[in-house]
């Protein structure tokens, strides 16, 4: 009786082993990943590109802000009375529309300091 339950032990001790070496390895592969990612961000930390996209950002970043905390809007629609000539309609963000451009600036100002702690 007491044979399976050093076999029902060595199985779980060896189960345990497994996870363990498992979970070391992981570890040991995102840490690798983790460097090499730090390596590639500090090549490019003086991009002209990379700076034109976190510029680009934030511009987007301070429209969808501004535009939430305004509540209105303006936007250019084609003038049906002149000939391919445009004009500039002003709107009001309803409630919905106010916290979708609050998502959006969010979302930005997210993927703009998960950059620049990258580049640090």
Sequence with gaps: MSEPKKEAELDTRTRLQIKKEL??????????????????????????????????????RNYHQK????????????DPEGEGGQRVVEFELSDTQTFRELGGASALEQLIVYIENKLA
């Design 23 to 60: 979970h070391e390895r992981k570890t040991a592969e995102r840490k690798a990943e983790a460097e090499q990612l730090k390596g590639d961000y500090s090549a490019m930390k003086d991009s002209p590109a990379l700076e034109d996209i976190l510029a680009k950002a934030r511009s987007f």
């Design 67 to 78: 535009l939430a905390s305004d509540g209105v809007g303006a936007k250019v629609v084609s």
